[in-house]
């Protein structure tokens, strides 16, 4: 028996092992260690790191669970482990893995029932294979996973982005709270485990799933522990303005969008309290004597968001510092002026940079340079 087993069998059982093996270690480190190791600044979503947890155990259950198949000899015994095996993602990996994705975006609770509820036809379809130990069902069950599959990829592009827009009228610094860009890699990854599971094969195949896997879990590991947890109040929901106040905006706006302006000078631009880290609309509300929703609705009204309207003052508080430096001839540091201007990631600051200026930090300090 052990004379038969290959070289490419032996390398494929080694990277399963490695895929449960890490898939555990990752739930373990979830579940019993409090700090963060990735980020220690980052205080990631209890929530998230939850159901990842539970999302590595699955996936560290489902890898033992098929690897009794390899020394099985009867085709049907090894086809009813494969369909248990089924089974059991349909009721587990997948659904978690949604939920997962789901929990990221913290603008609002969603609710997550529909996803167990979604998957209910594919558990009986599942459950009528093993019944009669028979592939039959596979084809239907297929084609309903790739209609979730599809529908789940728009509606979370339609999420995501309106995530996005939340995230940009509420808070002034975005660093490890965006999140598209994970979605992006993580539905790669997906999807490639889709072709797998569509009925592709081949040991060069296999391979690519089981490294994939690690990577899935490596990366799901580091973006959950350096996505910052936000804890928003009904009130920076868009829908939860108190009824009337949206009439009472239209009604005297120009008169309050006076008041909101003036005070944004007197208790924002004089006192530099956009150079504070991680202000959020609220705090910056509360600061002026007005609430979160006619602030917000004074920036919709001028065609702009909250973070742009940091930003705005951020950079240009870059600018004079550095005119400063210029007239004084000291030394100009990009970093130190960054951070000066209330940026704690100065990758974040060059991005804001080059949206608002047009041009990188260095293009921008060259044709700036004063003449000596």
Excluded at 3 to 14: A, K, N, P, R, V
Excluded at 196 to 223: D, K, N, P, T
Aim: glycine share 6%; with cysteine; net charge negative.
């Amino acid at each position: 028996m052990l004379g038969q087993i290959t070289l490419d069998q032996i390398l494929l059982f080694m990277l399963y092992g490695a895929g449960a093996i890490t898939a555990l270690i990752a739930c373990v480190y979830l579940v019993v260690r409090r700090g963060n190791a990735f980020a220690p600044d980052v205080t990631p979503p209890l929530r998230l790191r939850r159901w990842t947890a539970a999302f590595f155990a699955v996936l560290a259950v489902g890898h033992f669970w098929y690897l009794p198949a390899a020394a099985f000899t009867s085709d049907d015994a090894i086809k009813l482990c494969m369909l248990i095996g089924g089974l059991l993602d349909t009721m587990t990996v997948l659904p978690i893995a949604a939920v997962v994705m789901l929990c990221m975006l913290q603008d609002r609770r969603r609710p997550l029932w529909p996803v167990f509820l979604l998957m209910m036809p594919l558990m009986a379809a599942m459950v009528w294979g093993i019944v009669h130990c028979s592939y039959d069902h596979m084809p239907a069950a297929r084609i309903y996973m790739l209609i979730l599959c599809i529908g789940f990829i728009i509606y979370m592009v339609h999420e995501v982005r309106r995530y996005g827009h939340w995230l940009r009228d509420n808070y002034a610094d975005l660093e490890h709270k965006e999140v598209w860009q994970s979605f992006v890699v993580l539905t790669v990854i997906l999807l490639i485990f889709g072709f797998y599971v569509s009925g592709f094969s081949g040991m060069a195949y296999e391979y690519i799933i089981q490294v994939c896997g690690i990577v899935l879990i490596c990366f799901l590991l580091w973006r959950v522990e350096t996505l910052s947890s936000l804890t928003p109040d009904a009130s920076l929901t868009p829908d939860s303005s108190p009824k009337g106040e949206g009439d009472m905006v239209g009604e005297g706006g120009d008169y309050l969008d006076a008041i909101i302006a003036a005070a944004l000078t007197e208790h924002c631009v004089d006192t530099q309290l956009y150079l504070q880290h991680d202000l959020t609309v609220s705090q910056l509300a509360q600061s002026i004597g007005t609430n979160r929703f006619y602030l917000s609705q004074y920036f919709s009204n001028h065609g702009t968001t909250y973070n742009d309207y940091i930003n705005t003052l951020r950079i240009n508080h870059f600018v004079a510092l550095c005119q400063e430096a210029a007239d004084a001839r000291r030394i100009i540091s990009a970093q130190q002026f960054a951070s000066n201007s209330g940026y704690r990631s100065y990758s974040t600051f060059s991005l804001a940079f080059k949206q608002r200026m047009g041009q990188s930090v260095t293009e921008w300090l060259r044709t700036n340079r004063p003449s000596d």
